[in-house]
């Protein structure tokens, strides 16, 4: 029998606001433990919490980006749980009437566009962290992070391989990143995943026995953590065993999924509306105002790019998958680049300099007027492509504009006819062989002789011309 | 005569004419506190120093010419529920027996600026969970009046320093009658204002949605000049209501007529002693006299406000204390295996029977499976009580009822019997669930004990229920006598006369 996964996820996003989701606490990442703390983040007696704007501007961005409706009536709720890093012992959270719902992305796989449903993004807030590395005894445990308001973003069961689990994820990355809510690294923490999966049989309407994985800690992880699943699923039922309903963990170093029941999942969260905040009422005009901010986003990026630009879809998804990048295009074009060369030059040697470089797009000095006047020397024939190269490289480090480059370097092309023949009559003069092969029929003798001439004149020379000029000679015709 | 035994307003009138200083006043009270609060141990913790060094301050004000307000230099009882930074607050639990909070609650930062002198933290039942005031860690506080009995409770500590002269007025705070009921024991003005009107940041939560912060003073004019000072927004409590705060001094007008009372009749029924109800009918034949109209209404959800908040309070209860867990500050117990271990050990010795009683029953009730049977169940019937408020108020100004069934109870008396003990908050329990204002005056008394007469009114009526106990008060002397214990010498009391005898 073939099998297929269902698999849905939930994302957590930590939001980039200047201060916490119920305090004016800092919600930076990092600082010495314990100093973005106050009596409201720590739950001392008698605070009580009052909602950040941005956040909920922020909450409601993300659900505008992801298609999701905007509640108009919408509450907090309180989830009750003892946990160390919990500071009130409930976490405030959303529970029945999430900001958004009924929202969805569309991810592109081999086998075309596949649209990934989103069923709810709530608010809620970060909690702490326990240190247990380190500490002789007990653990310690550091607030900075409690309070920081975050998103959880749950997808309908909708993803059906590990690869569109993946490319889902990399998709709700770009959005997040698109619309400014966060920073989005998880590396920091500031983006986490659970993954629920079951196994069906193919063609099956039926859901299988659910499998909640934790702790992965990256895209790959998920991927790798989701076949894994899948496979042992797959085994389980192949030797007619029945799959238990659990959370696992995922082993990074051992690849695999491990079960860690215990005492504290038996959880009954108690949800209840929290007392101490007045339910949220959204109207129509707040969305508006929302919604008009929200900037360009990765879709409709990626349409302009292809309808109004022509790029292949490819470099497209390429550049609007990096937002840094794909601003740099976008400026580029604006100083007047042509669009298709200056994605060219992106896609190939920028990338493939930073990449040797292990650097961002912001982190050399190269700015996008650059890439329009480099663009615009080749065009006016002032350099050569293969000059352009070093220039480019040459203005990514030094942030020197590259007709400066040029002009210092004396790498202007070489296109007087006159200086070029004198040249080109030395190499036909150095190079009797090949000139014998030319004459003789040999005609693809002429390459050797171009590039002779090339590194005589230190790449300077209009290739064309240099082409021309010494078919003219080899031919008499001069 | 003592400055212990005056009013705010009385005292205001001889300290900013200079006849007595505000360091006088502190010392009186200090003198009182050491002749009389071993048997009332109104108390938990008294801030002799503070107090003092409040007081040096207003004089310099006064004498530097600054603007005095009404409550410069006078001493106040705040419950020890009430979060004071730099001051133990200790709830009466065990839990937080050494905690001193590094932030002021709202209403104390408005009370300092007012010019209030802090005497000290008012003993309270646990966590505010009680109607006597023998659920305190610290043991119980006595009835100034009787001291074989309960002062009432939960804010048994703020309404006995009042009653007793340890305080000029107090901080108390009534989830479910826990001002008023005590007021009504203690023989002094209480009122629970509008939910909202007065911020409850600081006010360390018992039911978030019912808490409310009020004052207790000896007579209807301090309550205004009090709530002057506490009532109005605040921005660090979203439940805090922005609606406009009027002098309530205004409302001092000894003129009732055509306001039009209801009596509800559910609030007369079994369980309410003779001597009480004798004393609430005399208080209702004198409002009509001086001119209100009066009228038998009924309120026919009363009967359910008990379950109903014997439900929403636990419920709310059981999450607002999850906190004292012993991870952070407060009491933790040695010796856990784990630190679930340590939750269990720390919880179990640092919360009274009480307090473990309520959380037990508001987990329970907001259980899955459990939820919709009890805690949404309440909700509703929440909404039906409200209702039944609504109703009366399209025709009342304001409702008349006794502010407890009984007076003062002995100690001891209903300490094992927790749902005896819940029947004394009948009538004022009601009240918190719609979040409306109400006020218990004394009416009467009963086998030497104060009777008190409770005012409800429409949520920001304040104003109508201070209008209504002041003009009873012009016509009844009730607000002017002391507890016997208070009289260490002989003093004969005239209120015209007390600023000239007074010192």
């Known amino acids: 029998m073939r099998y297929e996964m269902v698999v849905g996820l939930e994302v957590h996003i930590e939001l980039s606001t200047e201060s916490k989701m119920f305090c004016d606490c800092s919600a930076k990442f990092g600082g010495e433990a314990n100093t973005h703390v106050c009596p409201v983040c720590l739950g001392m007696p008698g605070v009580l919490p009052v909602p950040n704007k941005k956040a909920i501007d922020y909450a409601m961005r993300a659900s505008l980006a992801l298609n999701c409706q905007i509640a108009p009536f919408t509450k907090f709720d309180r989830k009750n749980y003892h946990y160390p890093d919990m500071p009130k012992d409930y976490q405030i959270s959303q529970y029945d009437k999430p900001i958004g719902s009924n929202g969805y992305v569309v991810i592109r796989t081999d086998k075309g566009d596949r649209r990934i449903g989103i069923r709810r993004l709530h608010m809620e807030e970060d909690t702490g962290k326990s240190l247990h590395e380190g500490v002789a005894a007990g653990s310690l445990l550091d607030f900075n992070r409690a309070g920081v308001p975050l998103i959880e973003i749950v997808s309908e069961p909708d993803i059906r391989t590990a690869e569109e689990a993946r490319l889902y994820l990399q998709k709700i990355r770009t959005i997040m990143l698109y619309t400014g809510v966060s920073d989005v690294k998880m590396e920091e923490g500031s983006m986490r995943c659970d993954a629920n999966i079951s196994l069906r049989p193919e063609g099956s309407s039926e859901f299988g026995t659910l499998v909640e994985i934790k702790n992965m800690n990256s895209f790959r992880s998920v991927q790798r953590a989701l076949e894994y699943e899948a496979a042992r699923q797959q085994s389980v039922l192949e030797s007619g065993g029945r799959i238990v309903r659990e959370t696992r963990h995922w082993d990074e170093g051992r690849g695999v999924t491990f079960s860690s029941r215990s005492k504290e999942e038996a959880h009954d969260y108690r949800y209840f509306p929290d007392p101490d905040l007045v339910p949220l009422e959204i109207n129509q005009e707040w969305v508006d105002e929302v919604r008009r901010a929200l900037p360009e986003l990765p879709d409709q990026r990626f349409r302009r790019y292809v309808e109004e630009y022509n790029l292949p879809a490819y470099d497209a998804r390429v550049l609007v998958e990096d937002l840094a990048l794909a601003g740099f295009f976008d400026e580029a074009v604006a100083a007047g680049a042509n669009p298709k060369a200056a994605s060219n030059w992106i896609m190939v040697d920028l990338q493939g300099l930073l990449k040797g470089e292990g650097k961002s797009i912001s982190e050399v000095k190269i700015k996008p007027s650059h890439l329009t006047q480099l663009i615009d020397l080749i065009e006016k024939a002032t350099i050569s492509g293969k000059i352009a190269k070093d220039v480019l490289v040459e203005v990514c480090f030094t942030g020197k504009d590259p007709e400066s480059v040029v002009k210092e370097k004396g790498l202007v092309q070489i296109t007087d006819e006159s200086a070029l023949i004198k040249a080109a009559e030395e190499v036909l003069a150095a190079n009797p062989g090949p000139v014998e092969d030319y004459r003789k029929g040999k005609k693809n003798a002429i390459g050797f002789l171009v590039g002779q001439l090339m590194k005589a004149t230190r790449g300077k020379a209009n290739p064309g011309l240099a082409n021309d000029i010494l078919r003219k000679l080899l031919d008499g015709s001069v | 005569m003592s400055l212990c035994d005056l009013t705010a307003h009385e005292l205001h009138k001889l300290f900013s004419s200079g006849e007595a200083s505000a360091t006088e006043i502190a010392e009186a009270h200090l003198e009182r506190i050491e002749a009389i609060e071993q048997e009332v141990r109104a108390y938990v913790t008294v801030t002799r120093d503070r107090l003092l060094e409040a007081a040096a301050a207003a004089d310099k004000a006064r004498q530097s010419g600054e603007v005095i307000g009404p409550l410069t230099g006078i001493p106040m009882a705040i419950k020890d529920n009430i979060v004071t930074q730099g001051v133990k607050t200790t709830c009466a639990s065990r839990i937080l027996e050494n905690f001193i909070p590094p932030y002021n609650a709202t209403v104390v930062d408005r009370l300092y600026n007012a010019g209030g002198c802090l005497v000290g933290k008012a003993n309270m039942d646990e966590f505010a969970m009680g109607s006597s005031c023998e659920h305190s860690h610290f043991g119980p506080t006595h009835n100034p009046?009787?001291?074989?009995?309960?002062?009432?409770?939960?804010?048994?500590?703020?309404?006995?320093?009042?009653?007793?002269?340890?305080?000029?007025?107090?901080?108390?705070?009534?989830?479910?009658?826990?001002?008023?009921?005590?007021?009504?024991?203690?023989?002094?003005?209480?009122?629970?204002?509008?939910?909202?009107?007065?911020?409850?940041?600081?006010?360390?939560?018992?039911?978030?949605?019912?808490?409310?912060?009020?004052?207790?003073?000896?007579?209807?004019?301090?309550?205004?000049?009090?709530?002057?000072?506490?009532?109005?927004?605040?921005?660090?409590?979203?439940?805090?209501?922005?609606?406009?705060?009027?002098?309530?001094?205004?409302?001092?007008?000894?003129?009732?007529?055509?306001?039009?009372?209801?009596?509800?009749?559910?609030?007369?029924?079994?369980?309410?002693?003779?001597?009480?109800?004798?004393?609430?009918?005399?208080?209702?034949?004198?409002?009509?006299?001086?001119?209100?109209?009066?009228?038998?209404?009924?309120?026919?959800?009363?009967?359910?406000?008990?379950?109903?908040?014997?439900?929403?309070?636990?419920?709310?209860?059981?999450?607002?204390?999850?906190?004292?867990?012993?991870?952070?500050?407060?009491?933790?117990?040695?010796?856990?295996?784990?630190?679930?271990?340590?939750?269990?050990?720390?919880?179990?010795?640092?919360?009274?029977?009480?307090?473990?009683?309520?959380?037990?029953?508001?987990?329970?009730?907001?259980?899955?499976?459990?939820?919709?049977?009890?805690?949404?169940?309440?909700?509703?019937?929440?909404?039906?009580?409200?209702?039944?408020?609504?109703?009366?108020?399209?025709?009342?100004?304001?409702?008349?009822?006794?502010?407890?069934?009984?007076?003062?109870?002995?100690?001891?008396?209903?300490?094992?019997?927790?749902?005896?003990?819940?029947?004394?908050?009948?009538?004022?329990?009601?009240?918190?669930?719609?979040?409306?204002?109400?006020?218990?005056?004394?009416?009467?008394?009963?086998?030497?004990?104060?009777?008190?007469?409770?005012?409800?009114?429409?949520?920001?009526?304040?104003?109508?229920?201070?209008?209504?106990?002041?003009?009873?008060?012009?016509?009844?002397?009730?607000?002017?006598?002391?507890?016997?214990?208070?009289?260490?010498?002989?003093?004969?009391?005239?209120?015209?006369?007390?600023?000239?005898?007074?010192?």
């Not at chain 2, 209860?317 to 010796?335: F, H, I, P």
């Not at chain 2, 269990?344 to 508001?362: A, D, H, N, Q, S």
């Not at chain 2, 407890?404 to 749902?419: I, N, Q, R, Y």
């Not at chain 2, 006020?439 to 086998?447: A, P, Q």
Request: with cysteine; net charge negative.
């Open chain 2, 145 to 503: 009046w009787d001291t074989g009995r309960v002062p009432g409770g939960s804010s048994g500590g703020s309404a006995a320093a009042v009653a007793a002269g340890e305080a000029v007025f107090a901080l108390g705070s009534d989830t479910g009658g826990s001002i008023r009921q005590p007021a009504s024991f203690c023989g002094v003005v209480g009122m629970k204002p509008t939910y909202g009107r007065v911020s409850r940041y600081g006010l360390v939560a018992f039911a978030s949605s019912l808490d409310q912060i009020g004052p207790f003073t000896r007579d209807i004019t301090d309550c205004a000049l009090v709530l002057n000072a506490i009532c109005g927004h605040d921005p660090r409590d979203t439940t805090s209501a922005s609606e406009p705060v009027p002098d309530f001094t205004e409302s001092l007008v000894p003129d009732i007529c055509g306001m039009r009372l209801g009596v509800p009749r559910e609030y007369f029924e079994e369980g309410l002693s003779k001597g009480v109800r004798e004393a609430v009918n005399s208080a209702i034949e004198l409002l009509a006299e001086m001119g209100a109209t009066v009228e038998e209404c009924s309120l026919p959800h009363t009967r359910y406000a008990l379950s109903t908040y014997y439900l929403i309070a636990p419920a709310e209860a059981s999450s607002n204390l999850a906190r004292y867990d012993g991870v952070r500050y407060g009491y933790r117990a040695s010796g856990a295996r784990d630190f679930v271990d340590m939750y269990k050990k720390t919880r179990y010795e640092g919360f009274g029977p009480e307090v473990r009683r309520r959380i037990m029953l508001g987990t329970y009730a907001l259980s899955a499976g459990y939820y919709d049977a009890y805690y949404l169940k309440a909700l509703k019937v929440r909404t039906l009580i409200c209702k039944d408020f609504d109703n009366a108020f399209d025709k009342f100004d304001a409702l008349v009822t006794p502010t407890a069934p009984t007076v003062a109870f002995s100690l001891g008396e209903k300490a094992a019997d927790p749902l005896s003990m819940y029947l004394s908050d009948i009538c004022t329990i009601p009240v918190n669930l719609a979040g409306l204002p109400a006020l218990s005056v004394t009416c009467g008394f009963n086998e030497g004990m104060p009777v008190g007469l409770q005012l409800i009114g429409p949520h920001f009526a304040e104003g109508t229920l201070l209008r209504l106990g002041y003009a009873l008060e012009q016509s009844t002397d009730f607000h002017r006598r002391r507890p016997p214990l208070t009289k260490t010498q002989e003093w004969d009391r005239n209120m015209e006369e007390a600023p000239d005898n007074a010192v």
